[in-house]
């Protein structure tokens, strides 16, 4: 089993749906990421938690220390938030990545 | 936020030669910088733990001759992979620890390098 685990492993989606990536970790952190990862490869970080909730424009990230689970949420999703959305979880510097998962949004 | 930045994006070298990729904060003072490999639909693995003016700490399985990873200034950090084989060619992620404070701290990504050796 892995450490971190994603779900959906692939999900599509039409323009202006409400979408939601979870995360579950099986290892003690200090702090969750939630990395976006865009075809050319190139690595954006999303949001980094230590505990409840962070909003930034329509991403909205929550985590539950206590069930070891995270949860990034797109509201009114677009077709440019199509990539790879990656969790990684960090015990001071080492971060253990999850497999992300993959997500389109047609027009 | 703060950036860092890779050079270069892309690279293409033959088989025997060595290639460096740079590393570099543009906008703030890292003391730790993180190397990673990832390898066609497969996560990020961490291949070594980098930091300012000291050796860096490698994985276990990551071979540190051939991996030479050098920081020497706190915006800098340099990757060099020596005598490149095919089995190399790997997207490389540099990230670097940003002024955090207490248990929580922010890692940077970098672009990222594709090289490809041939």
């Known amino acids: 089993k892995n450490e971190v685990e994603q779900s959906p492993q692939n999900l599509t989606a039409q323009e202006g749906e409400f979408i939601t990536i979870n995360c579950s970790y099986s290892?003690?952190?200090?702090?969750l990421h939630w990395l976006q990862q865009h075809p050319g490869g190139g690595i954006v970080s999303l949001f980094m938690?230590?505990?409840g909730k962070k909003k930034h424009g329509r991403l909205i990230a929550t985590i539950n220390i206590q069930e070891k689970h995270s949860s990034l949420h797109i509201t009114a999703s677009h077709p440019r938030d199509s990539a790879v959305y990656i969790c990684?979880?960090?015990?001071?510097?080492?971060?253990?990545f999850g497999e992300g998962t993959q997500l389109t949004v047609n027009p | 936020g703060a950036v860092v930045s890779q050079h270069p994006s892309r690279v293409i070298c033959k088989s025997g030669t060595s290639v460096k990729i740079e590393c570099r904060s543009l906008d703030f003072q890292a003391t730790t910088m993180f190397w990673y490999r990832q390898f066609p639909k497969q996560s990020l693995m961490l291949m070594a733990t980098?930091?300012?003016?000291?050796?860096?700490?490698?994985e276990q399985g990551v071979e540190k001759d051939k991996f030479l990873i050098n920081h020497a200034s706190l915006t800098l950090s340099t990757l060099t992979v020596t005598s490149a084989h095919p089995e190399d060619s790997s997207f490389y992620i540099c990230?670097?620890?940003?002024?955090?404070?207490?248990?929580?701290?922010?890692?940077?990504f970098g672009p990222g390098t594709r090289l490809t050796v041939t």
């Open positions: 980098s930091n300012e003016g000291s050796k860096a700490t490698y």
């Open positions: 990684a979880v960090g015990w001071w510097s080492r971060l253990t």
């Open positions: 290892v003690g952190i200090s702090a």
């Open positions: 990230s670097a620890r940003g002024p955090g404070t207490g248990m929580s701290y922010e890692q940077y």
């Open positions: 938690l230590s505990s």
